[in-house]
């Protein structure tokens, strides 16, 4: 009787160990796949929703200064003596109070256009 206990036993537990294994196996395959999603920004841009600033413009949208292709794009573009910071470290220096100055010119400026 012994006998088939430890049998019976070390079947369980090979069989466990073999499950074990095999959710090993998936997650490292999950492992890889979200690796090559990171690692491909326009993947995960497209999985978060986003869609690219080459879509055309809707039939009822006027114009829109943070688009690429509009013709008075400098916020992207870069105007050399526009006062919008040109890098990131550039916008984590600004205060908050400098961020909200900086939008209400840009409203004001939309208002007058």
């Known amino acids: 009787m012994a006998d088939s206990d430890a049998q019976q036993l070390m079947s369980v537990l090979i069989t466990k160990m073999e499950n074990m294994d095999s959710?090993?196996?998936l997650l490292k395959q999950e492992n890889?796949?979200?690796r090559?999603?990171?690692n491909n920004p326009k993947m995960l841009l497209?999985?978060?929703g986003l869609v690219s600033t080459s879509t055309p413009l809707s039939m009822d949208l006027g114009f829109d200064p943070l688009r690429a292709d509009m013709e008075n794009d400098s916020?992207?573009?870069g105007?050399?003596?526009s006062s919008v910071p040109q890098t990131n470290e550039e916008f984590h220096i600004m205060s908050w109070d400098e961020i909200h100055e900086m939008?209400?010119?840009a409203k004001e400026q939309e208002?007058?256009?």
Request: proline letters at 4%; glycine letters at 0%; hydrophobic letters at 50%.
């Open 103 to 105: 939008a209400a010119t």
């Open 75 to 77: 916020i992207l573009k």
């Open 36 to 38: 090559a999603t990171i």
């Open 46 to 48: 497209r999985k978060m």
């Open 23 to 25: 959710d090993l196996a």
């Open 111 to 113: 208002m007058k256009q």
């Open 32 to 34: 890889e796949r979200l």
């Open 79 to 81: 105007d050399p003596v």
